[in-house]
């Protein structure tokens, strides 16, 4: 049975934590993250986790400590933005390597500088190369129940990988919504309790944790990680169905909505993909053939689910929020349009970066992609490839 | 009437700090130490980190240097080495300088480079919501803490002093006419100097702790304050609680960009 409470985004996914009740988890605050732990500091103090709360001095610290009593054998959680991210830097790449399953979610935000505290993607997308598994969210209840499943998901014997929960700053952090939320036994008895085969500590089994690791080895545990993260996309699947039976949601890698004979797709992230679902029911309540994919899952990318769903479409624009300066369009265009070269899916693209630093996006702006999109369909060309939505010329 | 306009940048006034908060004092005490050193406005490089009293580099029309969290004094160092000729001066608070800045603020120190630091201590991180910082007192409640800290403090003059800069005091925004001799005393030092003004958060942590009013919590400082001759014949049991005010450190000490300019000069050959 779940119940049904009226949550901040950041209120849910600290809901989800209080469920996992981590062994460990590690607090030092950034804006809009904050109020994730000051909610579950109050669980802890209301004696309702058993978790130890450090109160750390950095970021660099809280990854730190949650790679220590993660490799020690604990359950072990930390969150951030932006910045916070960016200072974790080195350990987040030392998480994934010694394939510690920490879950951390991650209140998107703008990566400075100049100083913004708004949302964009552009700090998770800098660690789209870390090792670790990104699922994104759309509302409050997905970082709920991607947080839920993240844990499953990292801590699955054939993978042991990290994974970072994202939600946009203040847009779903800050914004009061509908949430269900599990039983808190139901949450336990999905994530099961945590036996890593090995651990610091374990007396009987003693083992080394971030050995010196040269010419000799290196390689092959760059592969190890690159083959466990090519174990993740089915065991996410996996997971999200018996997800499904508990709650009613399945979520799967991505969401296609009315894509089946949609003849112009975009593809994006995130909290925006509420207002362009709306702006799809306008298109169609005019006879439009418009739809729109969500990718969930954005590292590992879907690739097979995303070249399935596209076969039929005859133009693509890619909304990015982030921008990855000196390639040619944001990240997650990159990606798609990589995944569909030489594989037989010849279709014209473009790139529309949108709502960087907070810049609202609104219905007329992925209208104004969509109609784009009606040139290239007629032409099968693309004027320009990589354009901005929102922005002042 | 003192002209503070003349040190601000109107256009991005009001400022963004609450009723009742001590920033802006120390702003006003700053302006008018800098004032009667006679500085001009391009030879002052205003540098600051993150947190409420960092925002203090967007009103100030100086060269100003808005950085990273804790990061302000070593950007700072990078200023002071390049333009040894500048006035540097660094605006950071407790939680910024002595957390996740710790390192910075004692390297800087042992250094001694010629910066000064005007440190805006309230016993917690402001801006980010209340959340213990490594000056929130033994006891005290913090959104991180809501039972009460149950962590041992910094004495951030102290880790100057103990760290070897050349000038280290410490003030209160009660006594602002002895906070601007301070600051011009701390400016004016060749060498690494350090302003610690303990300053009142009423919003995050006044109210948590039931501390009153910006005003009750002022008032409170200046109960509390000892100065240094007084404390030196109390006990420590006397000196529970109390603040310590004034100049704990004031040397002659060989300053880092001098020592480089030297090292330079004789490599050179000159
Ligand atoms: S939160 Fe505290 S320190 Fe920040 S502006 Fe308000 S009173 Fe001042």
């Not at chain 1, 003849?263 to 679902?277: D, H």
């Not at chain 1, 369909?377 to 922005?391: A, D, I, P, Q």
Request: charged share 20%; net charge negative.
């Amino acid at each position: 049975m779940s119940k049904i409470m009226g949550l901040s985004g950041n209120e849910a996914v600290a809901h989800a934590m209080r469920q996992i009740n981590p062994d460990v988890a590690a607090v030092y605050p950034i804006t809009p993250q904050t109020e994730l732990m000051h909610q579950f500091a109050e669980f802890h103090s209301d004696g309702l986790v058993d978790t130890e709360l450090v109160l750390v001095e950095s970021e660099h610290s809280a990854m730190s400590a949650t790679v220590g009593a993660a490799a020690a054998g604990a359950r072990a959680m930390t969150a951030t933005s932006a910045n916070g991210l960016a200072l974790m830097w080195e350990i987040v790449y030392i998480a994934s390597s010694l394939r510690l399953p920490i879950v951390m979610p991650v209140v998107n935000r703008a990566l400075s500088g100049p100083i913004n505290i708004h949302c964009d993607h552009s700090d998770t997308m800098g660690a789209r190369d870390s090792g670790w598994i990104q699922i994104f969210s759309e509302n409050g209840q997905e970082a709920y129940d991607n947080a839920v499943m993240a844990v499953k998901i990292s801590e699955n014997k054939t993978i042991l990988l990290p994974t970072m929960v994202t939600l946009d700053g203040f847009i779903l952090s800050h914004t009061l919504e509908r949430v269900e939320i599990l039983e808190d036994n139901e949450v336990k008895k999905f994530i099961g309790e945590y036996h890593p085969e090995t651990s610091l500590l374990d007396v009987d089994k003693p083992s080394t944790y971030g050995a010196l690791d040269l010419q000799d080895y290196y390689f092959e545990h760059k592969r190890q990680q690159f083959e466990a993260m090519g174990n993740v996309l089915p065991v996410i699947e996996q997971v999200s169905k018996e997800y499904g039976k508990l709650s009613g949601r399945d979520y799967g890698l991505i969401e296609k909505y009315r894509v089946d004979d949609a003849e112009r797709v975009i593809i994006l992230m995130g909290s925006s993909v509420g207002t362009a679902k709306d702006t799809v029911d306008d298109l169609r309540n005019a006879g439009e053939k418009v739809g729109l994919i969500k990718i969930r899952v954005y590292r590992p990318f879907p690739y097979n689910a995303l070249r399935e769903a596209l076969k039929h479409v005859k133009a693509l624009a890619v909304l990015d929020r982030a921008i990855s300066f000196g390639t040619f369009g944001g990240p997650v265009f990159t990606d798609v349009r990589a995944m569909l070269f030489g594989n037989g899916v010849s279709l014209p693209m473009m790139n529309y970066i949108y709502g960087l630093g907070g810049r609202d996006i609104d219905k007329a702006q992925i209208r104004l992609a969509f109609d784009s999109l009606k040139d290239v369909v007629k032409t099968g060309k693309v004027k320009k490839e990589v354009n901005f939505l929102g922005l002042r010329d | 009437m003192f002209d503070y306009d003349k040190y601000l940048r109107l256009n991005k006034l009001p400022l963004i700090w609450c009723a009742g908060c001590g920033d802006g004092i120390v702003l006003k005490s700053m302006l008018r130490a800098i004032d009667r050193i006679g500085l001009s406005k391009d030879e002052i490089c205003m540098v600051s980190g993150i947190g409420c009293s960092s925002r203090l580099t967007g009103y100030v029309d100086f060269n100003t240097l808005h950085t990273t969290h804790g990061r302000a004094i070593a950007f700072a160092t990078g200023v002071k080495m390049v333009k040894p000729e500048m006035t540097v001066i660094v605006v950071t608070g407790d939680g910024d300088a002595t957390a996740i800045g710790g390192n910075h603020y004692i390297h800087a120190a042992r250094r001694n480079i010629d910066i000064t630091v005007i440190l805006f201590n309230n016993n917690i991180y402001g801006m980010t919501g209340g959340q213990l910082s490594p000056t929130t007192p033994f006891g005290f409640k913090a959104s991180t803490a809501p039972f009460g800290s149950v962590e041992n403090t910094f004495n951030i003059s102290g880790l100057a002093e103990a760290a070897g800069a050349s000038f280290v005091g410490r003030g209160t925004v009660y006594d602002a006419i002895k906070l601007d001799r301070m600051i011009e005393k701390a400016i004016r030092k060749k060498g690494f100097s350090v302003v610690e003004v303990m300053t009142p958060c009423p919003t995050a942590f006044g109210r948590r702790n039931r501390l009153g009013s910006g005003a009750d919590m002022i008032k409170q400082l200046k109960e509390d304050s000892v100065s240094i001759e007084k404390a030196s014949s109390m006990t420590a049991e006397e000196l529970n609680g109390k603040v310590v005010t004034g100049i704990f450190v004031d040397k002659e000490l060989p300053e880092y960009t001098a020592n480089y300019q030297k090292l330079i000069e004789q490599l050179q050959g000159r």
